[in-house]
Nanobody, 117 residues
Framework: QVPLVESGGGLVQPGGSLRLSCAAP????????MSWYRQAPGKQRELVAT???????AYGDDAKGRFSISRDNAKNTVDLQMNNLKPEDTAVYYC???????????WGQGTQVTVSS
């Protein structure tokens, strides 16, 4: 439904940082929630972080204390700041949004994050 463009993934050493960004193509959309999920090959997709239209945030247990999610409602973007990265953070990270009016769900194409020495 909503085409999302993700960026910021890449290769980083353990202990390093990355900032992921997800952007909608037009500014007239309005989202009730914006989230980041991740999925390693052959494993279940899991929630990393979510932020509501009111700015309330929630994090998965592995992300809490290391990651921070933020959004810019004027630009319809959501960022994920990832610090102190660990090898177990290696996964494809997906942006997820739910439209405010219909609660329709959309997914980004995914961006690869690899944490390795």
């Amino acid at each position: 439904q909503v085409p999302l463009v993700e960026s910021g993934g890449g290769l980083v050493q353990p202990g390093g940082s990355l900032r992921l960004s997800c952007a909608a193509p037009r500014s007239h959309y309005s989202f009730g929630s914006m989230s980041w999920y991740r999925q390693a090959p052959g494993k279940q997709r899991e929630l990393v972080a979510t932020i509501t239209s009111g700015g309330r945030t929630a994090y998965g247990d592995d992300a809490k204390g290391r990651f921070s999610i933020s959004r810019d409602n004027a630009k319809n973007t959501v960022d994920l700041q990832m610090n102190n990265l660990k090898p177990e953070d290696t996964a494809v990270y997906y942006c997820n949004v739910r439209e405010l009016g219909t609660w329709e769900e959309s997914w980004g194409q995914g961006t690869q994050v690899t944490v390795s020495s």
